[in-house]
């Protein structure tokens, strides 16, 4: 990916074995990282990922996290509470979903 000019990697988590577990995704991170200099752009995990503390996690890195495939707005808000940087969506326009720091 390097190699060909990609600066901006995103490292889409939906096929890794390892999904749910923060530890083996932040050594793979640290591997990258140490084999490649590179630093990744962003993280996307599926929504069931979020809340299995991976956010938590990845936000101590500063490396973003998108959270797929979200469909309405309260779902967006509730991920944005979460600490997920972004969402992918079909559909909803987050511009018109409103995030406030009451619960």
Do not use: Q
């Not at 990282?33 to 599926?46: K, M």
């Not at 979200?70 to 991920?79: A, G, H, P, S």
Request: hydrophobic fraction near 40%.
């Amino acid at each position: 990916m390097i190699n060909i000019g990609y600066k901006d990697l995103i490292w889409t988590l939906y096929r890794y074995p390892h999904i749910y577990e923060p530890a083996e995704i932040m050594s793979h991170i640290n591997r990258w990282e140490d084999e490649y200099a590179v630093r990744l752009f962003a993280v996307t995990i599926p929504v069931p990922a979020v809340e299995k503390e991976i956010v938590e996690v990845l936000i101590k890195t500063g490396i973003p996290v998108y959270a797929h495939t979200v469909n309405t707005c309260d779902e967006y808000v509730r991920l944005i509470r979460l600490g997920v940087s972004s969402i992918y969506t079909d559909y909803v326009d987050v511009t018109k979903c409103f995030v406030t720091d009451s619960l």
